[in-house]
């Protein structure tokens, strides 16, 4: 039995994608060795189709259902990260503002985001720097989230 729907090659190396019916639960990012497969159905066939399409244009929107597990106050932060429009980057506080919440709590629930991308926690950064992506603050994830950020047109720190 296959772990994922699809895994696909993107210019972030290999991500894998997880569904339940119709919605996107889960984009994993995969090792760069990991099998590419088609994917299984047409939801997941539209799902790569706007992955692709991201990747080609930033502004182009996701449409695809979402279903991530999580709790209620993070399925609320991950709605909000949903709003910020390509190309537009808050602070863990900013956000943590517009919530009523703490910048930590943001930060938790930036780190426990299951679709990343889809759900764009990249978007999300420090007052004084880029903070974390999937909970690190070093390393090959931020370099994923500064490609992204560059890729969308967002203003970023220097390497």
Known sequence: MNVYQAVIATPLGRVGIRMTGNAVNTLDYLAADASEQPPVDTATAAVVAQLEAYFHDPRDQFTAPLAPGGTAFQQRVWAALQAIPAGTVLTYGDLAQKLDTAARAIGG?????????????????????LGGYTGAVTGDPLGIKRWLLRHEGAMVEPE
């Open 109 to 129: 629930a930036c780190r426990a985001n299951p679709i990343p991308i889809l759900i764009p926690c990249h978007r999300v950064v420090g007052r004084q720097g």
